[in-house]
């Protein structure tokens, strides 16, 4: 093993013949014959049903009952905060009640998005209203609204949940004007007014687009693909077809760059009048403005082309601060320039590979543009990408001072970057569709990503020799492995850690690092336990030298 490069900054590049180990793969989680089942729930998990009501001489808001059953005499009900586009929909619960069949029940708001509910015996029946926002134009096509022949409902505008019973399945019944049609990314079921939600997650992620409806279908290696279209009762001609072929065409070029789909089916649902996007697990809500579509559909099939590349580069591979759902908003996300500025890469990219019109007419010359505007904005090379990325969304006005800078465009150029150090260090042979791809396999489960795992993943080949750009976290726990061969004699592969540790103490990823060095243990636990002996006497000597190097004296 030879290191080419120094230490500086704690990335590095390390030459190694031996193959590295792989992670676990986030993408296949079933471990057994017997998780492949539909539902999973415990005993103590409630029952949950919901019925979504629209009564169309009302159209200023919708009704919400939710049916408990086996939960406690005392329980609370939320609003998830969506970690990105949080319209506080607390505001607009109205008319909050519960009734017991067991004796008188009482609900108590505990803060904005909190209640508790104090309900004996076991079971409860929630009502309450959903006044819809103001209406604005153009409207948000994420925002919920109703109309005389449509709207959008559901979603995280309209469904309270039992806090702490967020893995609990759910199903959800809406009763609509009887011409009324129903699109979503919730499961089915034989009646086709209700659907099925797995996790409160699920049952928040995938909003439903209700009335007169036009829709098309198509399959992608057998999985089912819906375009659904409200338009407006004035809608301008455009031509469907051409539409619906475009959106087949690079739903195909995403599938074929990660190999499969990865949700059941999926339903791109467009909405007449509104302008703007928002990304789900196996649906997306976009403004579609038919005189737009009629005029020049490039915008909108870029929109597009970023939106349903969410599916798997944020929705599946995600910054290590989004997790489950909740009531408070998630913590800033340190890794949004890779989750907006990769999908705007693949954005122009699968247009480009499906053989779409776009406004750029070659890479290069959309590359000039990039750097152009990445130029024109000090902003961009004055803050780091992650530093961006945490007032992408949300964040006071003048968070970067007098600056301003683009998460998306710094993520974007990049991604491009780095996947020409890719292919010019493979002669081509790798390129930025392999570190995604590797990406969804470790990044796509409960654990999230940080930028170091990015450096972490990111491996290419040069000739025949596996060239690994990773983080001093690894290479401190390779020193240390090849240090248990002589221990407790200290060897060279002692010293060489202890400097890694001494270099990069206060900046170490320490409880990666034990949980690497537990995971050691496990097939060899031997070497696991001398792992854990050596790096205990690192880590106590470079943290004496660190505490002595602050007060200024000597070890």
Do not use: K
Not at 137 to 153: D, E, I, K, N, Y
Not at 227 to 232: H, T
Not at 491 to 496: A, L, R, T
């Amino acid at each position: 093993m030879s290191l080419t490069s120094t230490m500086a900054g704690c990335f590095v590049t390390v030459v190694t013949l031996a193959a590295r180990g792989t992670a676990a793969s986030a993408q296949n989680p079933l471990r057994d014959h017997t998780e492949g089942v539909e539902i999973r729930f415990a005993r103590t998990q409630p029952v949950v049903g919901y019925t979504l009501r629209v009564d169309a001489g009302e159209l200023s808001g919708f009704d919400v009952e939710l049916r408990l059953r086996n939960v406690p005499d005392t329980f609370r009900l939320a609003m998830v905060a969506h970690p990105e586009y949080d319209d506080r929909n607390w505001r607009f619960v109205e008319a909050l009640r519960v009734q017991t069949p067991h004796g008188a029940a009482t609900v108590t708001r505990e803060d904005s998005a909190l209640w508790r509910v104090v309900a004996p015996g076991g079971e409860a029946l929630v009502r309450y209203r959903m006044r819809l926002p103001a209406p604005e134009s153009p409207r948000a096509a994420w925002r919920p609204f109703l109309a005389p022949t449509g709207g959008l409902v559901g979603g995280p505008h309209a469904f309270l949940y039992v806090v702490g019973a967020t893995l609990g399945s759910s199903h959800v019944t809406l009763e609509l004007p009887p011409e009324w049609q129903i699109a979503t990314g919730l499961e089915p079921t034989l009646d086709p007014h209700t659907f099925f939600a797995p996790t409160v997650g699920v049952l928040v992620d995938s909003p439903l687009l209700v009335g007169r409806l036009r829709s098309w279908r198509f399959a992608v290696d057998g999985v089912p693909h819906g375009v659904v279209y409200w338009p407006l009762p004035d809608a301008a001609p455009f031509d469907t077809a051409a539409l619906v072929g475009s959106i087949e065409r690079l739903t195909r070029q995403a599938v074929a760059l990660f190999g499969r789909a990865p949700y059941r089916d999926y339903s791109f649902l467009l909405q007449d009048g509104a302008y703007g996007a928002l990304e789900h697990r196996s649906s997306v809500t976009l403004g579609a403005p038919s005189a737009d579509l009629a005029r020049d559909p490039r915008p909108l099939l870029g929109e597009l082309a970023h939106e349903y590349f969410h599916t798997w580069n944020l929705m599946r591979i995600h910054p290590a601060e989004y997790g489950d759902v909740g009531y408070r908003p998630p913590p800033r996300a340190r890794g949004l320039w890779w989750s907006e500025g990769l999908t705007m890469l693949y954005a122009d990219l699968l247009l480009r590979r499906a053989g779409l019109p776009v406004f750029d007419s070659t890479r290069v010359a959309h590359l000039e543009g990039l750097i152009g505007r990445y130029l024109a904005s000090p902003g961009n090379s004055t803050f780091s990408p992650e530093s961006v990325s945490v007032v992408a969304y949300g964040a006071a006005p003048g968070s970067l001072g007098d600056y301003s800078a683009s998460t998306h465009l710094q993520g974007e150029l990049l991604g491009a970057m780095l996947d020409l150090i890719v292919r010019d260090a493979t002669s081509g042979a790798r390129s930025i569709d392999d570190v995604m791809r590797a990406m969804l396999e470790r990044f796509a489960g409960a654990r999230g990503f940080t930028g170091q795992d990015i450096e972490r993943t990111t491996a290419v080949v040069v000739e025949g020799i596996s060239v690994a750009m990773i983080g001093c976290e690894d290479l401190y726990l390779d020193r240390i492995r090849q240090a248990t061969v002589g221990w407790p004699r200290e060897d060279i592969s002692f010293d060489s850690a202890l400097e890694i540790a001494l270099t990069n103490y206060q900046d170490m990823d320490w409880d990666y690092v034990a949980r690497r060095i537990a995971g050691a243990s496990q097939p060899e636990r031997r070497v696991g336990d001398a792992m854990r002996q050596v790096n205990r006497r690192v880590r106590a000597r470079a943290r004496r030298r660190a505490v002595a190097a602050s007060a200024g004296l000597g070890e």
